[in-house]
């Protein structure tokens, strides 16, 4: 499978429905064909499992009728936090792109980096269309502050 | 709040309808009562984020309308995994009380200890009723060999 980063735009969308959640998008893709999309709903389903990640995982192991999605990608706009690192990691998808890097909670090597006590083989590639995902919580975060 | 082997019990008693998923059961204790239990159902639910854990905080959350959980205890039968233990963190649980430590994946102190890259107060016990709990994973897995 190839990088695209139609996925990741795809994501970056999906980052933007997150209402007053922090901005996060997640496409996971299965040749070529995007097959779930998810962003942040904690908030808004008062779920604190329901992060874009985990929403897509779920929605993707649907579909298949099988939590194990190793012909999949999935693409996330920050780096995953150390719940949804370890879910994507237990699901054995195969690569992970993301976008921003998280220095104070990523666990794919910004804080720590859970791959190293996985066994699952996932390749982990960041800094996808970084500038794009910085400027959705940039933006968040300014109106917040209002 | 007391530690109360009863709460333990009951995760115990949780842990054995986790049917062919690994035997794992969590109880969340708020003012001396059970105000939510649950078992592993990943399998089952065919949903990874299906873990005793998560799904039991979820049960708390719909229950109080909240996610945050500051006056709450969480009694599981196993050391939580990456996944369940950034959960639980974010919940803002007081404390947590856990029965066998997972050498291999547990996030509490025995693989990593993700309380130190949190912001979390909550105080973690291990080693309750460990034998026990020993016993519930010891008789799968011999089951599983079978």
Redesign the interface.
């Known amino acids: 499978m190839i990088m695209s980063n139609d996925f990741m735009k795809c994501a970056i969308s999906e980052a933007k429905l997150s209402g007053g959640d922090i901005p996060v998008g997640c496409a996971i893709v299965c040749g070529n064909e995007i097959i779930a999309k998810a962003h942040n709903e904690?908030e808004k389903n008062?779920?604190?499992?329901a992060h874009a990640e985990?929403v897509a995982?779920?929605m993707a192991?649907?579909k298949f009728?099988?939590?194990r999605l190793e012909n999949c990608s999935l693409y996330v706009t920050l780096e995953p936090?150390?719940?949804?690192?370890?879910?994507i990691l237990?699901?054995r998808v195969k690569e992970v792109y993301f976008g921003s890097y998280d220095l104070k909670?990523g666990?794919f090597g910004s804080?720590?980096n859970?791959g190293e006590?996985s066994d699952a083989k996932t390749k982990i590639f960041g800094g996808i269309m970084e500038n794009e995902c910085n400027a959705l919580l940039k933006e968040y975060f300014l109106r917040l502050r209002k």
Chains 1, 2 share one sequence.
Request: hydrophobic share 45%; net charge positive; glycine share 0%.
């Open positions: 904690r008062n779920d604190i499992s985990v995982l779920k192991a649907e009728n099988n939590w936090c150390p719940m949804c690192a370890w879910a237990n699901s909670y666990a804080k720590i859970l006590i």
